[in-house]
């Protein structure tokens, strides 16, 4: 099925999603590195120094992936749980070998999420919010298991305002995806979700209006690579 289709509808949008990251999980981490020129560790890190995160501190890692963010968080003490709806991703995450702090993994859907309304101080996700079938939902979620006053922080790919800037910035991660895609599955279209994700994404500005609007009044966003990427940092209301 072309992507364009694939992508169309919700539902579409959930199982092509779920299919995706069961066949790349192996090459995640690899693929991360590859596609940020190795940045984004430190595009995490800014993330997780954002979020302050202390000793006992209950938190919740959204679409954790391989766990990156949740173990980062760990290490300051916090009670971590690292939630993704792909199994491979959970199995590899809880696989990592590491010094420090050990997060609790949980397969689930952060549509749906198994936990009671203000069951965590801090909600995070790295490359999230963009993938989800719907992005309001999502939101919601986020905003019900935070206590009052608890916050959350994503990092994901912008969509640039501007045209030009935008026309360039998709047509080469389209062209680099397509190579690696086919490099590593013999499929292009693998890594060219990426650009076709960016496209159907509201664009930091409007996320964070979305964010407002559940009930995150001082939510705002940080641009990084030059606004090509975005860290959104959002603060419940009471
Ligand atoms: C691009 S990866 C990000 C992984 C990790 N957070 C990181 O920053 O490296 C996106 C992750 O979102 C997960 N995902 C997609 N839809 C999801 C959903 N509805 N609920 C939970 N996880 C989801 C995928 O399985 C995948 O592991």
């Known amino acids: 099925m072309p992507l364009r289709?694939?992508?169309?509808?919700?539902?579409?949008?959930?199982?092509?999603?779920?299919r995706l990251f069961a066949?790349?999980?192996?090459?995640?981490?690899?693929?991360?590195?590859?596609?940020?020129?190795?940045?984004?560790?430190?595009?995490?890190?800014r993330l997780v120094h954002l979020a302050d995160a202390r000793p006992g501190m209950r938190v919740l890692d959204l679409a954790?992936?391989?766990?990156?963010?949740?173990?980062?968080?760990?290490?300051?003490?916090?009670?971590?749980?690292?939630?993704?709806?792909?199994?491979?991703m959970i199995q590899l995450a809880r696989a990592k070998d590491v010094q420090h702090g050990r997060p609790q993994f949980l397969v689930g859907d952060m549509m749906a999420?198994?936990?009671?309304?203000?069951?965590?101080?801090?909600?995070?996700?790295?490359?999230?919010?963009?993938?989800v079938p719907d992005l309001d939902g999502a939101i919601g979620e986020i905003a019900r298991v935070l206590s009052p006053h608890g916050q959350m922080l994503s990092l994901d790919f912008n969509r640039p305002e501007t045209r030009v800037v935008r026309a360039v910035y998709l047509a080469y991660l389209s062209i680099v995806g397509g190579?690696?895609?086919?490099?590593?599955?013999?499929?292009?279209?693998?890594?060219?979700?990426?650009?076709?994700?960016?496209?159907n994404y509201p664009g930091a500005p409007r996320v964070t209006e979305?964010?407002?609007a559940r009930g995150f009044a001082?939510?705002?966003?940080?641009?990084?690579?030059?606004?090509?990427?975005?860290?959104?940092?959002?603060?419940?209301s009471a």
């Open 23 to 45: 066949t790349i999980a192996d090459r995640y981490d690899l693929i991360t590195i590859v596609l940020s020129y190795g940045r984004d560790r430190a595009w995490k890190r």
């Open 64 to 88: 954790t992936g391989t766990g990156d963010i949740a173990y980062l968080l760990a290490d300051s003490g916090a009670r971590v749980v690292g939630l993704d709806v792909t199994f491979r």
């Open 113 to 131: 999420l198994p936990f009671a309304d203000g069951s965590f101080d801090l909600v995070t996700t790295g490359y999230g919010l963009r993938n």
């Open 5 to 18: 289709d694939a992508l169309a509808t919700a539902d579409s949008r959930r199982s092509y999603v779920r």
């Open 210 to 212: 979305m964010l407002r």
């Open 218 to 236: 001082a939510a705002r966003w940080f641009p990084v690579l030059g606004g090509l990427m975005a860290i959104h940092h959002a603060a419940k």
């Open 179 to 199: 190579a690696l895609g086919w490099i590593l599955h013999r499929d292009p279209d693998t890594y060219r979700y990426i650009p076709a994700s960016i496209r």
